[in-house]
C-alpha cells in the first residue's frame, strides 16, 4: 500500500506542477495557458500529492 501511495503521489504532484505552471503562463502550449482556474487546480492537486507521499512515509504504529 505504501508503493501505491508513492506512485500515486508522484504523479498527482507531477501533474499538479504541469498544471500549475501552465496556468500562470510559464509553460506554454496548452489551453490551459494563462487560465488562473488552472492554476489553482494545479495547486490544489500539488497538495494531494504531497500529502499522499508525507502519509506513504509515515510508519504505523
Known sequence: ???VRYVVGALCCLMGGVWLLQ???VLPGSFMTGQSKW???GGLLL???V???VA???RRV
Open 23 to 25: 496556468g500562470i503562463g
Open 1 to 3: 500500500m505504501r508503493i
Open 39 to 41: 492554476a489553482v487546480y
Open 51 to 53: 500529502g499522499l507521499l
Open 47 to 49: 497538495l494531494v500529492g
Open 56 to 58: 506513504g512515509r509515515q
